[in-house]
Every structure is written in C-alpha cells, then in structure tokens.
C-alpha cells in the first residue's frame, strides 16, 4: 500500500452486513483502519451524518485529508488511498 495506509476511519454498527463485509476484505488485502461503532459513540453518529446529508449511514470512511466514502468497493479505497 502506500504512505496513506491506516489512514482512515470506519464508522460501523454490529448489526451493519455490509459493514461486516469490508471490513473483512480490507483486512484480506492488509489495509488497516480504525473502527468506530456509531452506536456506542454519539459524536461519531454526527460525523457519519455530517458526511451523507443527516443519515446514519454505514459502512462510512472518512480519511485523514476529510473525504469521506459511503459504502465503498475495496477498489474504491484502494484508489481513495493512492491519491
């Protein structure tokens, strides 16, 4: 990967499939992140709602540079991370 590696959240529930899904192919293709439950965390709740227009959607990845992508295909955060 590159110098970006790690360099992201993700925002998840415990009962989010799709969450549960990529998390599990990033961690095949070696790409770390840290995780945040929105659940148990109401300023991260904001956070994924501030990146998709009031709504609480997740999986939400939010990168060190403030962009933000909403239920991505691990290419997408392959290229989000190679830029």
């Known amino acids: 990967m590159t110098a970006a590696e790690g360099t992201f ?6 009962w989010c499939g799709y969450c549960h899904r990529l998390k599990g ?6 790409i770390t992140f ?3 439950d929105i659940e148990k965390d109401p300023a991260a709740a904001s956070i994924v709602e501030q990146a998709n227009n009031g709504n609480q959607t997740v999986p939400t990845l939010v990168f060190a540079d403030g962009t933000a992508l909403t239920n991505p295909s691990v ?4 290229a989000q991370l190679a830029v």
């Open 25 to 30: 192919q990033l961690q095949r293709e070696g």
């Open 9 to 14: 959240t993700l925002y998840s529930t415990p």
């Open 34 to 36: 840290t995780e945040v």
């Open 75 to 78: 290419a997408q955060v392959k």
